[in-house]
C-alpha cells in the first residue's frame, strides 16, 4: 500500500470522527454524499469541518450565548482561577517546610506530628474545596450553556489559563480579592524554587480545576435527565457552593473570617464547608434515581 493510499485512508477516518459532532441524521446525509461522490480523503475531512464550523457558529447567533458567557462562564472562571492560585501557593508552604526541610529525626518529634496533624486538615479542606468549586462551575456552565458547551468551555478553561499565570489587573486583585502568599515577603524562600512558583501551581490546577470542572460540564450538560424536583435542588446546591466560593474571594468577609475586624463586630464563620453542596447533592441525586430506575425494573 502506497504512502499516498495511507495517508487517504488516515483522512478518511480523521473525516468519519469529525462527522460525530453533527446530528445523526445530517451526518448520515452527509458521509452518504461523499461516499457517493468518491471524493479524497482531504476533500472529505474538508468538507466535513466546515459544515461543523458552520453548524456551531451558528448556535452563537442570538443574545442568550452571549448572556450566559458574560454572566456565568466568565466570572465563575475567574473566581476559581483565583481560588486555584491561593491554595497552590498556601499548599506549596506546607509542602516547603515538610519535604525541603525533611530529616529522619523529625520521627521521633512531638510537636513535628503535633503541628502536622493541626495544618494538614486545613489543607486537605482547601484542596478538596477547590475540586468542588471546580466541579460546581463545570456543571452550572454545562446545565446553561449545553447548547454552545464547546465554545463556553473552551472560553473557561482558556480564561483559568490565563488568570493562573498572568493573574488580573491590580485594582481588582487588591480590592474585590485576596492576594496570593508568594505576595508576602516572609514567604519568599518558598517561592525561589521553581516548582513551587511555577510547576505546583500549574498541576493544582489540572488536577483540581481542569479536570473536575471538565466532569462538571458533561454532568451538567445531561441535566434533562432528572426529574423537575431533582433539578431544581441540583441548582439550590449549586447556587449555595458558588455563593461559598463568591465569598472566599471577598477581601470584607475573609477579614470577618479571621477575627481581624473590631471585636466589637461578631466573627463570621467560613463559609468554605459548604463548598461540597453541589458534589454532594449531584451524587445523592444520582444515586435515588438509580435506586428508582432499579425499583421499577424489578
Known amino acids: 500500500m502506497s504512502p499516498v493510499t495511507v495517508l487517504d485512508a488516515l483522512l478518511r477516518r480523521m473525516a468519519d470522527r469529525a462527522s460525530l459532532m453533527l446530528d445523526s441524521a445530517e451526518r448520515d446525509a452527509v ?126 478553561f482558556v480564561i483559568v489559563l490565563a488568570v493562573g499565570v498572568f493573574g488580573i489587573p491590580r485594582f481588582f486583585d487588591h480590592i474585590l480579592v485576596l492576594p496570593r502568599a508568594r505576595d508576602f515577603r516572609s514567604n519568599s524562600a518558598v517561592f525561589l524554587a521553581t516548582f513551587y512558583r511555577q510547576l505546583f501551581p500549574q498541576c493544582v490546577q489540572l488536577f483540581l480545576v481542569v479536570l473536575p470542572a471538565w466532569k462538571g460540564m458533561i454532568q451538567g450538560s445531561g441535566m434533562d435527565r432528572f426529574a423537575r424536583t431533582a433539578q431544581v435542588f441540583l441548582l439550590i446546591a449549586a447556587a449555595t457552593a458558588v455563593g461559598t466560593l463568591v465569598s472566599t474571594n471577598l477581601l470584607w468577609w475573609q477579614m470577618r473570617v479571621w477575627d481581624i475586624w473590631p471585636l466589637r463586630q461578631p466573627r463570621l464563620p467560613s463559609m468554605m464547608p459548604l463548598a461540597i453542596a453541589g458534589p454532594a447533592a449531584y451524587l445523592l441525586t444520582s444515586f435515588v434515581r438509580r435506586a428508582r430506575r432499579l425499583a421499577t425494573q424489578t
Open 31 to 156: 458521509c452518504g454524499d461523499l461516499e457517493e461522490s468518491r471524493e479524497s480523503g482531504s476533500r472529505m475531512l474538508r468538507e466535513v469541518l466546515g459544515l461543523v464550523v458552520r453548524r456551531r457558529a451558528a448556535c452563537l447567533r442570538g443574545w442568550h450565548p452571549w448572556l450566559t458567557l458574560v454572566s456565568l462562564t466568565v466570572p465563575l472562571s475567574v473566581l476559581v482561577a483565583l481560588v486555584s492560585r491561593r491554595t497552590a501557593d498556601g499548599t506549596a508552604i506546607y509542602l516547603w517546610l515538610y519535604v525541603n526541610n525533611w530529616n529522619w529525626a523529625l520521627i521521633h518529634n512531638q510537636g513535628f506530628w503535633r503541628e502536622l496533624a493541626q495544618c494538614a486538615p486545613g489543607v486537605l479542606l482547601s484542596c478538596l474545596a477547590l475540586a468542588c468549586w471546580s466541579w460546581t462551575t463545570g456543571f452550572l456552565v454545562g446545565c446553561f450553556a449545553r447548547r454552545i458547551l464547546w465554545f463556553s468551555g473552551a472560553v473557561f
